[in-house]
């Protein structure tokens, strides 16, 4: 069946490391993929997206790496700063319904 | 400013009371979403619509009843509340098949 999942629920990272949260996904339909990230009392905020016709793609401090043939997809964080510190979601449209289907997310904490 | 608002931010009400959520998005979105989050649980989708008097039903409907008579608000109604719909909500956006655009959530507590 179709799921979204990440592999590990929390991952504790360095300050000014890179970050690496990665996701998994079952249904070799997927043809797009949005990360989000939670903070604390607020709303999923959309980061990046990926197209299947994309391997890499990048935005400000973010990249998104999209691998096909395993069905893994990554979201790299670079130079981590404390206002990182959220849960990321991985998620995917479910066929032509406009809904999401939903990753279980990983905490991200950033250690000083 | 342009944007999702959810009021209230925060809501206790006691079993049995109706409760309606307010959702209102300024981008004229077509599409508008309902969910819960529950620890454990993750996002799970209540109800959305694609588009004013459209709506339909997501992964857990029960219990909630929603409206859309115009396409800028989505009010969320729990014509009977019950403790299991102590949760998070979150209403969404989005203007096509794609990337949905979140409001801070009401944290509702039923006693």
């Known amino acids: 069946g179709e799921s979204v999942g990440l592999h590990l629920p929390t991952l504790s990272v360095q300050e000014g490391d890179n970050s690496i949260i990665n996701c998994a996904y079952s249904?070799?339909?997927?043809?797009?993929f949005i990360w989000y990230k939670q903070e604390s009392g607020k709303g999923p905020q959309f980061i990046i997206d990926?197209?299947?016709n994309m391997d890499k793609r990048q935005g400000q401090r973010v990249t998104v790496l999209l691998n096909k043939t395993v069905k893994h997809l990554s979201l790299q964080i670079a130079a981590t700063q404390p206002g990182d510190s959220a849960v990321y979601f991985c998620?995917?449209?479910?066929?032509?319904?406009?809904?999401?289907?939903w990753g279980a997310g990983t905490k991200l904490i950033i250690k000083p | 400013d342009a944007g999702i608002t959810q009021s209230p931010r925060y809501k206790i009400t006691e079993t049995g009371r109706q409760v309606t959520l307010m959702c209102h998005q300024t981008?004229?979105?077509?599409?508008m979403f309902w969910y819960r989050q529950d620890l454990g649980h993750g996002l799970r989708l209540i109800y959305y619509?694609?588009?004013?008097?459209?709506?339909d039903k997501g992964e857990v409907p029960d219990g909630y009843v929603v409206s859309r008579s115009k396409t800028e608000n989505f009010p969320l109604t729990l014509e009977s509340a019950t403790r299991s719909q102590t949760s998070v909500y979150f209403c969404?956006?989005?203007?096509?098949?794609?990337?949905?655009?979140f409001g801070d959530g009401t944290r509702l507590s039923i006693l």
């Open positions: 998620a995917r449209p479910k066929d032509s319904n406009y809904q999401l289907i």
């Open positions: 249904n070799s339909a997927s043809d797009y």
């Open positions: 990926i197209r299947s």
């Open positions: 981008w004229s979105h077509s599409y």
């Open positions: 619509s694609a588009a004013a008097d459209i709506t």
């Open positions: 969404a956006s989005s203007e096509s098949w794609g990337a949905q655009h």
